[in-house]
């Protein structure tokens, strides 16, 4: 299972951040994105960003999924 987010719609709320800290980040510019390896890549977003989900993170992030109040995370099976 991959992820991404679409920064365009984010809200900025950080309840991903709340659900699933090892998977999303709020960052200064007021945005989540996803995180790789424990950090946020510098040189991409969106989908470019996507990442793969460790099994023990999945669960975690379809609730995000499902909460999201911009409607903009994104899973890939
Ligand atoms: S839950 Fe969705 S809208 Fe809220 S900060 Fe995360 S990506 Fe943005």
């Known amino acids: 299972m991959k992820v991404w987010i679409d920064q365009e719609y984010c809200t900025g709320d950080g309840l991903c ?3 699933c800290s090892a998977m999303f980040q709020l960052e ?8 790789e390896n424990g950090v946020v890549p510098s040189d991409r977003a969106g989908r470019e ?17 499902q ?3 911009g409607e903009c995370i994104f899973i890939e099976e």
């Open 28 to 35: 200064d510019d007021g945005l989540a994105y996803v995180k």
């Open 49 to 65: 960003a996507m990442v793969a989900v460790s099994s023990d993170d999945e669960e975690a992030v379809r609730e995000a999924v």
């Open 17 to 19: 951040e709340e659900l």
């Open 67 to 69: 909460e999201c109040a």
